[in-house]
């Protein structure tokens, strides 16, 4: 059975902010509550992909202490332009 739509935006939201640093829920967490609803299905195919990597790798690929894979570059770049904490 394949999930709904909104099925796959909730676990995704559940998954950005349950992470294993807390650096990683603000950021994946807070551009999941201001995206996912309103993203494609391409955005949330590349969004999945980034959740599925390690949080020091994303950490350091979002602050741009490292370079990220090229398959990810896309979206990271975007999280990273796009991301605002609270109260900003």
Known sequence: MTETREIRI???RMR???RGIKEMD???GG???AHLDAADDATLDAFEAVL???DHDLYSWVSGQAE???TLE???TRIAT???PAGL
């Open 10 to 12: 909730k676990r995704l």
């Open 16 to 18: 950005s902010w349950h």
């Open 26 to 28: 603000l950021i994946l």
């Open 31 to 33: 551009w999941a509550d």
């Open 52 to 54: 599925a990597e390690a």
């Open 68 to 70: 990220p894979p090229g």
């Open 74 to 76: 896309p979206m990271l």
């Open 82 to 84: 796009e991301f605002r």
